[in-house]
């Protein structure tokens, strides 16, 4: 089971970027993913989540509105689009995969994590 | 949504046990069995110790164990080992639908 980000780098502020996540080793659909970031020095902080089906979305207060996330189930793939990015987006962004047997919910828990992308919001 | 409180910092002596609270509110903690713990060590990514308050994932030691009393839910972890060093984070889901974690508790081992 693995996830693996990319997609992080350095945008100005306004600007937009998109994350990915390639999923592999576990029935994709099977499970909510989700993202959750860390700002330098700080602690984690809950970004988004999305159902099995890609049907339902949920969005933290801080990123509503200017950050969409998706997946394509045809390549077990997990993104995350951002726009209007602020200084205080900047953090690492970690891929994360909901326990649960036989499905997983992403208010269960997340027990597989990505190694994390870095993003960077900087003029 | 607020941030979950829990203490900047514990410590312990190996072979000891210690508690880490987790306070919230009843929209969150002390409205839902959907309590999770993480243990992130410096620049890695974070591990799920506990979910739905109590259940340990597969391959997590059982000197990790976690509990909930109202809007407080508690880690408790036993035996203190010096590779328990590390930052530890609870998560709660909301009446809004998302989920929020608390601040973090740096675990020094003695």
């Known amino acids: 089971v693995q996830l693996l980000e990319s997609g992080g780098g350095l945008v100005q502020p306004g600007g937009s970027l998109r994350l990915s996540c390639a999923a592999s080793g576990f029935p994709f659909t099977n499970y909510d993913m989700g993202w959750v970031r860390q700002a330098p020095g700080k602690g984690l902080e809950w970004v988004s989540a999305i159902s099995g089906s890609g049907g339902s979305t949920y969005f933290a207060n801080s990123v509503k509105g200017r950050f969409t996330i998706s997946r394509d189930t045809s390549k077990n793939a997990l993104f995350l689009q951002m726009s209007s990015l602020r200084a205080e987006d900047t953090a690492v962004y970690y891929c994360?995969?909901?326990?649960?047997?036989?499905?997983?919910?992403?208010?269960?828990?997340?027990?597989?994590w990505g190694q994390g992308t870095t993003v960077t919001v900087s003029s | 949504q607020s941030a979950l409180t829990q203490p900047a910092s514990v410590s312990g002596s190996p072979g000891q046990s210690i508690t880490i609270s987790c306070t919230g509110t009843?929209?969150?903690?002390?409205?839902?069995?959907?309590v999770s713990w993480y243990q992130q060590h410096p620049d890695k990514a974070p591990k799920l110790l506990i979910y739905d308050v109590s259940d340990r994932p597969s391959g997590v030691s059982h000197r990790f164990s976690g509990s909930k009393a109202g809007s407080t839910a508690s880690l408790i972890i036993s035996g203190l080992q010096p590779e328990d060093e590390a930052d530890y984070y609870c998560s709660s889901f909301t009446s809004s639908s998302t989920v929020v974690f608390g601040g973090g508790t740096r675990l020094t081992v003695l």
């Open positions: 009843s929209s969150d903690v002390g409205g839902y069995k959907y």
């Open positions: 994360a995969k909901a326990v649960g047997v036989p499905r997983g919910y992403y208010f269960y828990g997340m027990d597989v």
